[in-house]
């Protein structure tokens, strides 16, 4: 009698359910937990596990909304008929020797033998941070039925917070069970490892060479069947062929090229960091020529309407494509629209005479470098200022916490970051202890790890008041959005050369336009105000920050 799987209650507030995506299909042999679908509620994505082992009958499918307690999918326990056809190549192994001759059979039973004593190693998401209750799957290193060893990263892991890597917990065959893009939650399984199958695997093979030795002694007609395993030999050995390093990847998909389109330096053909790097968008790598040729006779052939439609114009090559939101961009959307909508957010501005800080900068960020190893910036004296304001002016160095204000008796101050997959917010801790030559050596550091997608949740979590620059980007004005839950962000913006009065003289000076958004609730049209003047005073009058006046 089949078993009615339904959708099971997930939540108090939660009436019903999307059916995202099916890792089944209709009449595929499923086994007890393994995880059937994925379902979409409005707050979250979690995993159906089968109930029972036997052939999955799919009654809802991917995209339909279904009430809480609705019937998905039933499976009818496995009969004699209905088992997975497993079994049978297991006993088909011993009709083998009949094939070669008397001699050869041996090897071939000790190397089906050891198949029995395999054990099978689930590979499950880790817990990564307390907030964190999914990840999406970036990239696999590996495939399945590729041999990976103890500690070697198989794919990489995102959150809406950080990148990092998936090392494998045993030596064995891989079987991948969540693919490239699947959305996963923490507990969830990601892959199986079949543990003690590479040395199956390594002995079968051995045993077939044996077998290829020894048939033409004893049967010349013999020797055509072992040939068939030597083409798996080949293949696994030029698997790295093309195959880009997680590191490559980022790179060619930043750059918009296809990893079929580079030619790999490394061991056995692997794409490198290096090759990533070089590679040139438009510029194609030499594939085989037979195999190149081949191709191009058949499009040829094939569609000539193609080759027509394409030399029409220009306009008939537009297109479109569509991509699926990364976890951290769907974050960093969902909270800032809550952000515009949750708080009374108002943005003051105020402009900056840039030429003390430029002058002081010039004359000793030589002298600088060379005693602290790193040079002089803007940030370091803008990072610097803040702090000082904020010892006078609390309330922007607060947050909101229910009905309650929490004051922080220190600076940690959050750097906006541009980094390959979007904007992320590092944190300078107690940056009011911090020298400018301190300050420095932070945002350096973080701002690599930055790029290099190896911050990590500690790192990213904690400020109490952002600083995010536009004028990198040759921004001359904006209004930031808050940080939540801080209730202020600075906005410095790029330095433009302008005609100001200066002691009833007309004069050009280097001019930055400042932007503070804070939280009207909490910090009033004076405190913002008065901030932002006291950060340019002590911008105007660098020796401020060095007497604490």
Known sequence: MAIEMKVPAVGESITEVTVATWNKKEGDYVKLDEVLCELESDKATFELPAE????????????????????????????????????????????????????????????????????????????????????????????????????????????DKATFELPAEATGILEIVAESGSVVGIGGLLAKITVGAVAETDAARTSATSGMVAAPVANASAAVAPAAPAPVVAADSSYAAGHPSPAAAKILDEKGIAANAVAGSGVGGRITKEDAQNAVPGAQAAPAPSVAAA???????????????????????????????????????????????????????????MKPVMDLRSKYKDKFKEKHGVGLGFMSFFTKAVCVALKEFPSVNAKIDGEEMIFHDYCDISIAVSAPKGL?????????????????????????????????????????????????????????????????????????ERAVVVDGQIVVRPIMYLALSYDHRIIDGKESVSFLVRVKQLLEDPARLLLDI
Do not use: Y
């Open 295 to 353: 191709s191009v006779a058949a499009a040829s052939v094939a569609a000539p309407s193609v080759a027509a439609a394409v030399s029409n114009g220009p306009s008939d090559a537009r297109g479109v494509r569509r991509e699926k939101m990364s976890s951290l961009r769907k974050t960093v959307a969902r909270r800032l629209v809550a952000v515009k909508n949750e708080t009374a957010m108002l943005t003051t501005f105020n402009e900056v005479d």
């Open 424 to 496: 992320v917010v590092p944190v300078i801790r107690s940056a009011e202890h911090l020298s400018l030559a301190g300050i420095e050596s932070e945002v350096v550091r973080l701002a690599v790890k930055a790029r290099d997608n190896k911050l990590s949740l500690e790192e990213m979590s904690g400020g109490t008041f952002t600083i995010t620059n536009g004028g990198v980007f040759g921004s001359m004005l904006s209004t930031p959005i808050i940080n939540a839950p801080q209730v202020a962000i600075l906005g410095m913006h790029n330095i433009v």
């Open 52 to 159: 029972a082992e036997g052939i999955l009958h799919i009654v809802a499918s991917e995209g339909d909304v279904l009430p809480i307690g609705a019937v998905i999918c039933s499976i009818e326990p496995a009969t004699g008929a209905s088992i997975p056809a497993a079994p049978v190549v297991a006993e088909a192994a011993p009709a083998a020797p009949v094939v070669q001759a008397d001699a050869t059979p041996a090897p071939v039973a000790v190397a089906a033998a050891p198949a029995t004593n395999a054990t099978v190693l689930e590979i499950k998401v880790p817990a990564v941070g307390e907030s964190i209750t999914e990840v999406t799957v970036s990239v696999w290193n590996k495939k399945s039925g590729d041999s990976v060893k103890l500690d070697e990263v198989i794919c990489e892991l995102e959150s």
